[in-house]
């Protein structure tokens, strides 16, 4: 790594995101190269968190925005107050002659960017203050045409509305993509940004996570935990745990004063990890003590 992408690490550790130099570099050349980054992976890995992150390196507004199937332009973009509209059209009623006079001065009246909510899309463009870190989350999980309008969007970086004329950005944003692979993207839309791909984190790195993220956990319960993870997920499941179900359960066991693992604890909180009705059936009695047989004998043995 060269010492710009240290610092950019550094930096990122410092605002509690523990990153490797593959998410380093790509949160570097995204910066850098004002081109949006595609994160791609599975639920839990720290997408999300990297813009989050990015925001507060910045010292920027973040602006989300979450998509979801059967998302449409205008939720993305902007809506009109329709209340406010109508009661500017009533009190416009009460000077009729106002309105006989010059006819059109009702529709600029009332089509006015008073008038005008900016939802996320919008909201990035239109910042005054300096360019805001956009995140545009689960992309995958919008369908095929506004995956089309998205990629003319990050394009130009500016957007037409039919009452007002081209909006276009005075300040550029970040934007960081995120998608979990429900379902394949736009060779279109990969190309124009970069791309980072991020897995479960291994041992080590995990363990460094947790210890950031949950303050005052023991080396024996963190260890502990991140081990017992860690074999977890070479099971076959439906969804493995992600980081974030492995911080909700540690946090859960110093709530409930344990400091080490046992069957019936490990079974009883079981649903902090995972969120399938299959994957709990599935991790039983037996395979709980297969798995702390397995962690407490790699916790013995050399490393």
Request: hydrophobic share 40%; charged share 30%; proline share 4%.
């Amino acid at each position: 790594m060269n010492e710009e992408i240290r610092a950019v690490q550094a930096e990122m550790e410092r605002h509690g995101y523990v990153a490797g130099p593959t998410i380093a570099t790509a949160v570097f050349l995204a910066r850098e190269m004002r081109r949006p980054l595609l994160v791609e992976g599975e639920a839990g890995v720290g997408k999300t968190e990297i813009a989050k992150v990015l925001s507060r390196m910045l010292d920027t507004e973040l602006v989300r925005l979450q998509c979801y199937e059967g998302l449409d332009t205008h939720t993305a973009l902007y809506e009109w107050n329709y209340q406010r509209q109508l009661l500017r059209l009533k009190i416009a009623e009460r000077d009729p002659g106002t309105l006989e006079r010059d006819p059109h001065r009702l529709e600029d009246l009332i089509f006015g960017r008073e008038y005008l909510l900016e939802r996320p899309l919008l909201r990035a463009i239109t910042r005054r203050e300096g360019p805001a870190v956009l995140l545009i989350d689960e992309v995958d999980r919008a369908d095929e045409g506004f995956e089309a309008f998205l990629l003319e969007v990050l394009s130009d970086f500016q957007i037409t509305i039919p009452e007002l004329g081209t909006i276009s950005a005075e300040h550029v944003p970040f934007v960081l993509l995120t998608s979990n692979r429900s379902r394949e993207l736009s060779d279109a839309l990969r190309r124009r940004c970069l791309y980072l791909y991020i897995e479960h984190p291994d041992l080590e790195k995990e363990l460094r996570i947790l210890r950031s993220k949950v303050p005052g956990v023991s080396d024996r319960l963190a260890s502990t935990v991140t081990r017992f993870v860690q074999r977890l997920r070479a099971r076959e499941l439906r969804k493995l745990p992600g980081v974030a179900e492995t911080i909700d359960w540690t946090t859960a066991l110093m709530r409930l004063d344990q400091n080490e693992l046992d069957a019936e604890t490990v079974g009883a909180t079981l649903g902090c990890l995972l969120k399938d009705e299959h994957d709990l059936k599935s991790t039983g009695e037996a395979a709980i003590a297969e798995l702390l047989a397995n962690v407490n004998q790699s916790a013995s043995g050399p490393g």
